[in-house]
């Protein structure tokens, strides 16, 4: 299977200004794609064609979207339903940094935000192909 790197941006962005994640595979790569506030994280991954599993497309059922992230991000985002802490419970080492990617919605003060798609969360790549 090989990925290409889209610098995708939704149309329906509910604001103009640019903001950034911070993104970084479990194997090691890092990517700074763009984002839109109003978003679901997991889906401005998929967007930029990172190869982040999100088996459910965001329904809060698959815990495939797994990511960790960095505490000093914690204070602006938006705690965890019951639904996502209960699907937390099931992520074998999921920690107090743990959140499900398509439960976030971007926000202009994640601009920049460290994201880390863990493991279990990401999909096998054989290349990469920059767009
Ligand atoms: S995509 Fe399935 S729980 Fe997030």
Redesign the pocket.
Known sequence: MQYRLIPAVPAEADDDRLLRLDVRLADGGRFQPEAASGFHI?ELIRAYGLPIR????????????HVRIPKVWHSILPPPSDEELA?LDEIPGADDTSR????ILMTEPMDGMEIEVQPDSLLPQTSWVAG
């Open positions: 997991m999100a088996e459910c497309g965001g329904a809060c059922v698959c815990s495939t979207c699907k499900l990617a398509c439960q």
